[in-house]
């Protein structure tokens, strides 16, 4: 009796099974100075692997029923953007609902473009694309910014300009992940507004914070309300600690440093507290306190 299980060469008297052939890539090698290479292609949907880096956690079971149907009716009318691997597979950089949505729709294949891509590449054109679509939570967002910048070095600059926001629009992304779990939660299903968030993080106090909080989720207080709320916690606390010329003054420097800054004046004396967000954050702002000392011929530092 014939062993198919030996495959094709077990059939020819001395013969040696076939050597297995290495996927062909679809691109050619890259070069980096070469500019954008891209390709079109239908490639099998069990082959293209979910992007490690996607910014995005929470997919609303309704919307991706929604694309379910319209994929089942119409097809996918924009194609995935993958990068090759070695091994013939792919990674998914933007599309992360149209492979959900033809992997459960049991699709064999799926419409691709191949480029190719570092991880840098591949977390900015994610990140990117779900800000377009207005698809990411305000802490998703806000999470994407963050691993640039810690995992790529990037300062708040440099991501402002990839996103096409102002640095300020950054700070203040970043700033939600200062609130706890809980407030964090909340903020990206929706329970709470980042208005909200921001009137709880003008709040220092712990304790008043996490009170303020649950009422807002307990009664569902506006965003005024609950400014009215905390107001008289911050009056309060700007009465014993700042009159207009030391906020003037704090304005100015926000403005020269471009970063938040805290001052805190008794008497003749006090400090200047001066927040950085990055590595390379504190080593522009050093750098430009020296280079500022050099030019004076004081020494600052």
Do not use: C, W
């Not at 079971?61 to 194609?79: F, N, V, W």
């Not at 993958?82 to 033809?102: Q, S």
């Amino acid at each position: 009796m014939t062993d198919f299980g030996k495959g094709l060469g077990s059939l020819i008297p001395g013969g040696r099974p076939l050597p297995v052939q290495p996927p062909k890539p679809i691109l050619p090698p890259h070069e980096p100075d070469e500019g954008d290479v891209l390709a079109v292609a239908h490639v099998a949907a069990n082959l293209v692997d979910p992007n490690p880096r996607q910014p995005r956690s929470y997919f609303a079971d309704d919307k991706q029923e929604e694309l379910r149907k319209s994929i089942a009716e119409y097809g996918i009318l924009e194609p995935l953007l993958v990068t090759e691997k070695t091994d013939g597979r792919f990674e998914l950089i933007a599309g992360e609902r149209r492979l959900r949505a033809a992997k459960a729709l049991e699709l064999k294949t799926v419409p691709v473009i191949v480029r190719h891509a570092d991880d840098l590449e591949k977390l900015e054109i994610s990140l990117i694309e779900n800000l377009q679509r207005q698809d990411l939570s305000p802490i998703e967002e806000a999470e994407g910014y963050r691993e640039l910048g810690d995992t790529f070095g990037l300062t708040q600059e440099e991501i402002a300009k990839r996103a096409g926001k102002s640095r300020e629009a950054i700070s203040n992304a970043l700033r939600l992940l200062e609130l706890t779990g809980e407030m964090q939660k909340a903020v990206g299903t929706g329970t709470i507004s980042p208005a909200h968030a921001r009137v709880l993080l003008a709040i220092d106090n712990p304790r008043l914070r996490q009170e303020i909080f649950e009422k807002i989720v307990a009664k569902g207080l506006t965003v005024r309300e609950t400014q009215d709320l905390a107001a008289p916690k911050l009056r309060r606390k700007r009465a014993t600690s700042k009159d207009p010329a030391v906020l003037a003054d704090e304005a100015r420097l926000r403005e020269v440093l471009n970063t938040k800054v805290q001052i805190e004046k008794r008497g003749e004396r006090g400090r200047i507290t001066i927040h950085f967000y990055s590595d390379d954050d504190y080593a522009e702002m050093i750098g430009r306190f020296a280079g500022e000392a050099a030019e004076s011929g004081r020494d600052l530092l």
